[in-house]
């Protein structure tokens, strides 16, 4: 069955710093693949997806993820976080072969004003 | 992007009722609706996914005379919470996306339930 992983369950940062949230998946086939955000107190809305094409995905508020097909990877990166940012991040993986979205079990991010 | 709503955003019931929380995607045709279910500082548990006009389909332990789910036209499913006790309060949301694979599936803001 396929699976998504999120290992960093926290992460802290101090505004300014780089980030980057690991996300690996297991399925070997065709798979589109998402991260989610959920702000405090709000719903999730989608930062950015992967159908095909460049693995290098920009999405939105300068959040960037790149997939690598022989690491099984999705990880999620901004260059210069905001205590705006503060939220939980999750990543998701749907298989070609699936009608369902699988999360991880998400990323608690904390920016240090 | 697309909007999915949900009601009521909140709600409080007696151990023993049944409470309807109604999920409806505002501008566009949702072929598919999920439900999920959200515990404290957890992910997204897939409850059932519902397509329109047809029965739903139960994630594994999930009991389905319990959560009875109906997808009656395509901007509407409702998901009822029968003879509801305190171990099913929780926060529920629902997601609705298109008819083709690569549709981006869009999420309701979510009910809370707390069954007293």
């Known amino acids: 069955a396929q699976s998504v992983s999120q290992h960093n369950h926290h992460v802290i940062l101090s505004e300014a710093a780089s980030l980057e949230l690991g996300c690996n998946y297991s399925y070997g086939g065709t798979v589109n693949l998402f991260w989610y955000v959920q702000y405090p107190g709000q719903h999730l809305q989608l930062l950015l997806k992967?159908?095909?094409?460049?693995?290098l995905v920009k999405g939105i508020k300068g959040f960037e993820a790149e997939f690598i097909k022989s690491k099984f990877s999705f990880n999620l990166r901004k260059p210069s976080v905001q205590w705006s940012d503060t939220a939980e991040y999750f990543c998701a993986v749907i298989s070609s072969s699936a009608s369902k979205i699988i999360f991880g079990s998400g990323t608690r991010l904390s920016i240090r004003p | 992007g697309a909007v999915v709503s949900q009601h009521p955003s909140w709600v409080i019931c007696k151990s023993g009722t049944s409470v309807k929380i109604e999920c409806r995607s505002l501008d566009f045709q949702a072929t598919t609706m999920f439900w999920y279910r959200q515990f404290p500082k957890q992910s997204l548990m897939l409850m059932a996914t519902s397509n329109e006009g047809s029965k739903a389909t139960y994630e594994q332990g999930v009991e389905k005379d319990k959560f009875l789910i109906n997808h009656a036209s395509l901007t509407l499913s409702t998901l009822t919470v029968t003879s509801a006790h305190p171990e099913d309060s929780s926060f529920y949301i629902c997601?609705?996306?298109?008819?083709?694979?690569?549709?981006?599936?869009?999420f309701g803001p979510g009910t809370r339930l707390t069954v007293l």
């Open positions: 997601s609705a996306k298109g008819l083709a694979l690569t549709d981006t599936q869009y």
């Open positions: 992967y159908f095909s094409g460049d693995p």
